[in-house]
């Protein structure tokens, strides 16, 4: 069991999800790829929130799917900041996937699960020197908060219980795995390195063991 000091109790064996809908949706990125989804609603999801699901390409044509948990942020995904690599990461994620057929989990959990405002507080920390963990215990939060039962349980109700795991994030694995996901692949993502966010990579690599090449890049 991974440990849980900075995230919530995690459920050894996730509770029975079950579909609530399904709609193909075309997506469309800026700079001209499009590809085809099937979106996936659940009921009984263990944390409540509305998690998504998208099937892209075929999640069968392989020994087992791709799989990205894609945890949501609005300043980057919808706004394209620079200061983290999630909408780089996004974009990537939804081509790759593509290619080699599997899901994108896109997980309601705004700043590594504190909240929207609460990371834009973090934010303002990290201006004035700390790093984004740092930030994040200096306003008594966790430094990362996010729970993957509800994760385990969409993959399994999908039949995507063997996975290739598309992360640099190595407690993504760990927690999937304790909750009966076998993850037979963790495939790295890209280094989407800029001005803005070398500190925040720095700080992922060093702090939680993220698998950036980020001194091959920045020295």
């Not at 990125?29 to 590809?35: A, E, I, N």
């Not at 894609?70 to 990537?92: A, W």
């Amino acid at each position: 069991m991974p440990s849980t000091e900075n995230h919530p109790q995690l459920r050894p064996e996730p509770g029975p999800a079950t579909v609530r809908s399904r709609v193909r949706i075309p997506l469309s990125f800026p700079d001209g790829f499009r590809v085809e989804t099937e979106v996936f609603t659940f009921h009984g999801l263990a944390d409540g929130a509305e998690h998504i699901a998208l099937a892209i390409g075929d999640p069968g044509a392989a020994e087992y799917p791709l799989v990205r948990l894609h945890s949501e942020c609005l300043t980057g995904d919808v706004f394209g900041s620079d200061r983290c690599d999630c909408g780089p990461q996004l974009r990537e994620a939804v081509e790759r996937i593509a290619e080699a057929g599997g899901y994108l989990l896109y997980l309601r959990q705004e700043g590594r699960g504190i909240g929207l405002y609460n990371k834009l507080d973090a934010y303002a920390l990290q201006d004035s020197g700390l790093d984004t963990y740092q930030a994040n215990t200096a306003l008594g939060l966790p430094e990362d908060g996010r729970d993957y039962t509800a994760a385990a349980q969409m993959l399994t109700t999908l039949g995507a219980t063997t996975v290739g795991l598309l992360s640099n994030n190595p407690d993504k694995a760990d927690q999937l795995s304790a909750l009966g996901i076998e993850v037979a692949d963790r495939v790295p993502t890209g280094v989407h390195v800029s001005e803005s966010n070398v500190r925040y990579l720095r700080a992922k690599v060093e702090h939680t063991g993220h698998s950036i090449p980020l001194a091959r890049l920045v020295g």
